[in-house]
């Protein structure tokens, strides 16, 4: 039992490049969740998804896309990276109930 | 969701109980309390949750007030590997548009001190 896995831990990228954060869990979990969190603040929501096959937007959702084609994983896609990009990405998981969400490691993301 | 009130920072000698305060006058009936914390750079931590009693597990108690528009989060016997930022959210479980949704506020930064 993994949890919550997070990969890449670090990643850099080029302004205008694209990338996929992936993001899984073995713990059958209905809910899964991104954030980012910058230098000093707190966690945005990016994108949630209340079971496979639906998301939907949270705080800050533009400039990513999600998916959610299995219960086990939630990919984050930066279509273009750019520096406002640079950030530290976390993923998140729950079942249905009331439970509280398991996170990830985190993915540190520099756009350069 | 019902917005929460956190004081930004608190301290507490070590060994000695934290008591961390949560306001949420606008608490709807179906809405819960839950705390998370998280430790330095690593990603939050769940701790522990409750609709209207009060809660204990083996990391903290929940202390919900009766009308339920404030709550105390509770630790016994504070060490120095608690110092983090510690965070208040209240959401709802089922049957809601938002029920997906857990939104993160400001949170208190607990410095838990020698």
């Known amino acids: 039992n993994a949890g919550v896995t997070q990969t890449p831990k670090f990643q850099v990228l080029k302004t205008g490049q694209s990338m996929t954060l992936q993001c899984a869990q073995d713990?059958?979990?209905?809910?899964m969740s991104w954030y980012r969190q910058d230098p000093g603040m707190g966690l945005r929501l990016i994108h949630y998804?209340?079971?496979?096959?639906?998301?939907d937007q949270g705080e800050v959702p533009n400039g990513y896309n999600v998916s959610r084609s299995t219960t086990e994983d939630f990919p984050l896609r930066l279509l273009s990276a750019a520096p406002s990009q640079t950030s530290v990405y976390f993923c998140?998981?729950?079942?249905?109930?009331?439970?509280?969400?398991?996170f990830g490691s985190g993915t540190r993301l520099t756009v350069v | 969701d019902a917005k929460t009130t956190q004081p930004p920072s608190m301290d507490c000698a070590e060994g000695r109980a934290a008591n961390l305060p949560c306001n949420h006058s606008?608490?709807?009936?179906?809405?819960?309390v839950y705390w998370y914390r998280q430790i330095h750079s690593q990603g939050p931590q769940y701790i522990i949750h409750?609709?209207?009693n009060n809660e204990t597990n083996e990391m903290a108690s929940l202390i919900i007030t009766e009308d339920r528009k404030s709550s105390t989060l509770i630790l016994p016997h504070a060490t120095l590997r608690d110092t983090a930022v510690y965070y208040c959210?209240?959401?709802?479980?089922?049957?809601?548009?938002?029920?997906?949704?857990?939104?993160f506020g400001q949170g208190t930064t607990l410095q838990v001190k020698p």
């Open positions: 606008t608490i709807s009936g179906n809405e819960y």
């Open positions: 713990m059958n979990h209905e809910y």
């Open positions: 998140a998981s729950r079942p249905g109930g009331a439970y509280g969400y398991t």
């Open positions: 959210i209240v959401r709802v479980n089922w049957g809601s548009s938002n029920t997906g949704k857990l939104i």
């Open positions: 998804s209340v079971g496979a096959g639906i998301t």
């Open positions: 409750g609709l209207k």
